[in-house]
């Protein structure tokens, strides 16, 4: 299926009888590969429709006007208009909300990075009783499903005072299991004769990890810090179960309190949702190589 | 290397075991312990044996959910499975353009589940779009009840939860497919075979294990399925809740208005062990294949 095979297959096959003559053989092999490229694009063409469809579809209908029907195949305006984008606004306190889902994102990313990066260091690189019955426990919290536990999480928030506040958000994420393993991972692969060499000029523990092995794994690091941010970002369930009061929801809980309680307005809908996903589109297609890097190091693993 | 202070380790340790063993470890145990009990949100919490799990065992409710989670899995596994893979063949090769397509059709993955649930709840209402091109076409006569039929309400979480796995799938299988042999792939077209038949002969078992992966990463993911269910059905599961998975009936029922600990502990035990059995058998399928 691909040009290289097609290319060479052709060619071999046209060096092995040699039937037909050499400008025909071009011919064929250009209009072959012609049609190749056309059913190749039409098929990415679909599939752009299919799942990129629904976005555009959705912002078209966030910025139509009341006159304007949403029911058409057209998916855009005539008239553009950010009348929806201020009614939810008007609706719920979105802009509260962004601060939340920001706040308990950034938390995330930073708690993650820090906590990872210190546990994963002390697993890839020190020797020191009960390590192997730490690297269990941390498996066993990529095992057990939160929603497994999650009852049981609430009833500890609770009697630790962190029901309705975003804190309570932030800690049960702020060192998965999964970070902890990419830092690790990230660790083991530096050559340890650098560190050995720091360790000999008199480095102590903690200003080698600060300043040589950390800055050596920056990559990992960026990779841990999007996935926490994204995760909480996007996170429902877990926000949805130990805020209770409409003022401390996060974006995604807000979102979906606005279409189930408020409004079966469609257009305000529609506008809430892309308040909720522009900017992580804006952030992926900003960041999309650690996006994928990332989906390599832990998707596969965790 | 060896740590100058002993105590060391663990003060670098101290945060990330503190959050394990509060939210993590701690729970866990505590659930273990609860479904033995008939603690509620209010307290309570005396030993009760195995009257949870008895109850369990004749509430529709409970095997509804049940029903669903499994059919969840039956479903959507399959499609993982083979979907991403399709998808991850036509964006292969670099074409032009390719990296562009490539990142939109991953951003699905990168949306929020309640952002896209609310996006396909209204494609797929009696007047919105699904339906509308369903009627264009003349496939059918009047609008498809997708969100208020029980059936056709959970098929259309399925697939949204499709939907929004290919393109994490798609780049899972990206890497599986840079380590099928090119000359593998040659050779079967000098003889002759078509790009099904290479698909089916060459590519398929080149990226064998990693189906099995994504096999057992979509089985997980479907055992613990709520946001599509409860935003897409507005937090009802349905007519009558008959759409319900086990996670949503978890939330219902431990953190609801009745706050039914002990029970709701012994309902997310046998999530536990659904989920555990979907990683053992893929464990052992994994052995067996290496055996051969």
């Known amino acids: 299926m691909s040009t290289m095979a097609t290319h060479n297959a052709t060619s071999r096959s046209a060096g092995s009888n040699g039937k037909n003559p050499p400008h ?9 590969k012609a049609v190749d490229y056309a059913i190749r694009y039409a098929l990415l063409i679909f599939m752009f429709i299919l799942l990129a469809g629904p976005f555009i579809w959705q912002f078209g209908t966030s910025i139509k006007g009341p006159t304007e029907s949403i029911f058409t195949a057209n998916p855009f305006p005539n008239q553009p208009t950010i009348e929806n984008y201020t009614a939810v606004a008007e609706t719920i306190p979105v802009f509260r909300y962004i601060g939340n889902s920001l706040i308990v994102a950034t938390s995330s990313a930073v708690l993650n990075c820090i906590f990872a990066s210190l546990a994963g260091y002390v697993l890839a690189r020190m020797k020191f009783r009960g390590r192997t019955l730490v690297d269990v426990l941390f498996l066993a919290t990529i095992i057990i499903p939160f929603e497994v536990i999650m009852v049981s999480v609430f009833l500890t928030s609770r009697s630790l005072g962190l029901v309705d506040s975003l804190l309570g958000v932030i800690l049960p994420a702020a060192a998965t299991g999964l970070s902890i393993l990419i830092m690790r991972t990230a660790f083991q692969a530096l050559p340890r004769e650098i560190e050995e060499a720091a360790m000999i000029d008199g480095a102590s523990d903690w200003q080698r990890f600060l300043r040589v092995a950390l800055p050596s794994v920056r990559g990992s690091l960026v990779v841990v810090a999007i996935f926490a941010f994204v995760f909480a970002w996007d996170d429902f369930l877990w926000p949805l179960v130990i805020l209770k009061n409409p003022d401390n929801y996060t974006l995604t809980v807000g979102i979906q309190y606005l279409s189930g309680t408020f409004t079966s307005n ?23 190589r650690w996006f994928f890097r990332g989906v390599g190091e832990g998707g596969i693993k965790g | 290397m060896k740590a100058q202070y002993r105590w060391l380790p663990w003060l670098f340790l101290a945060p990330a075991l503190v959050i394990a063993f509060l939210f993590h470890l701690g729970p866990f145990l505590n659930t273990i312990v609860l479904a033995f009990t008939d603690a509620t949100t209010l307290g309570g919490g005396t030993f009760n044996g195995l009257d949870n799990f008895t109850s369990l065992a004749q509430d529709p409710q409970f095997w509804t959910s049940v029903r669903n989670t499994v059919l969840y899995a039956v479903v959507v596994v399959p499609l993982l499975m083979l979907l991403p893979l399709l998808l991850a063949v036509l964006v292969e090769r670099n074409i032009p353009g390719i990296g562009f397509f490539r990142s939109v059709f991953y951003s699905p993955v990168v949306a929020s589940m309640v952002v896209v649930g609310l996006i396909w709840s209204w494609l797929l209402s009696s007047d919105g779009a699904v339906n509308g091109v369903l009627q264009a076409l003349r496939i059918v006569q009047e609008p498809l ?18 939907w929004k796995g290919l393109g994490y799938y798609m780049v899972i299988y990206l890497a599986a497919l840079g380590n ?103 464990l052992r399928s994994q052995r067996s294949e290496q055996l051969r």
């Open chain 2, 180 to 282: 099928v042999s090119k000359e593998l792939h040659e050779a079967a077209q000098v003889d002759g075979a078509g790009g099904g038949r290479r698909f089916w002969s060459i590519t398929m078992p080149g990226v064998r294990p990693t189906m099995f992966l994504v096999g057992l990463l979509g089985a997980i993911a479907s055992m613990k399925v709520f946001a599509e269910i409860f935003v897409i059905s507005n937090g009802s599961a349905g007519p009558g809740g008959q759409a319900r998975s086990l996670v949503y009936t978890i939330r219902e029922v431990g953190l609801g208005l009745s706050g039914e600990i002990g029970y709701a502990s012994a309902m997310s035990l046998a999530l536990f062990v659904l989920t555990i059995g979907f990683s053992i058998l893929y």
């Open chain 1, 266 to 288: 469609q257009r305000v809908v529609a506008a809430g949702t892309m308040i909720a996903v522009i900017p992580l589109l804006l952030l992926f297609f900003g960041l999309q």
């Open chain 1, 24 to 32: 025909r053989k071009s011919a064929s092999r250009t209009r072959r």
């Open chain 2, 145 to 162: 009840p997708f969100l208020t039929d029980t059936s056709l309400l959970l098929l259309s979480c399925m697939l949204v939860t499709v």
